[in-house]
């Protein structure tokens, strides 16, 4: 079974804030949805989850780069997708934010 980026249920979708791989489920911590800032840049997009909402985005702490969710604008919430090839040719995705973090590293694409 694969694992999923899922929000840890510390008190409802209001006081969870802290995330872990879990194993892959249909759970309302799993499902994201990347939508797009109103500023626009090169880092576009926010991530929220289905489990706590529209108002509460990815983040990583600035020191540490540790995922967790919040509310608010900051660069740790800004995030950006790049398709890039390997020597090999294969095709991954990488995701990277405006703090610097780039995690989870690659995600292999499959074939469309």
């Not at 990815?58 to 919040?70: M, N, Q």
């Not at 509310?71 to 405006?98: A, C, E, P």
Request: aromatic share 10%; glycine share 12%.
């Amino acid at each position: 079974m694969g694992k999923a980026l899922d929000v840890i249920n510390n008190g409802g979708k209001n006081k969870s804030i802290y995330l872990q791989l879990s194993d892959t489920g249909i759970i309302a911590g799993q499902f994201w949805l990347f939508d797009e800032w109103p500023s626009g840049g090169l880092y576009k997009y926010r991530l929220t989850n289905n489990f706590t909402g529209p108002d509460i985005h990815l983040d990583v702490f600035s020191d540490t780069l540790e995922p967790h969710l919040a509310s608010d604008d900051t660069s740790g919430q800004q995030w950006r997708l790049d398709t890039i090839t390997t020597n090999s040719g294969t095709k991954s995705t990488m995701i990277g934010n405006g703090s610097g973090c780039q995690g989870p590293r690659r995600y292999r694409r499959h074939n469309a």
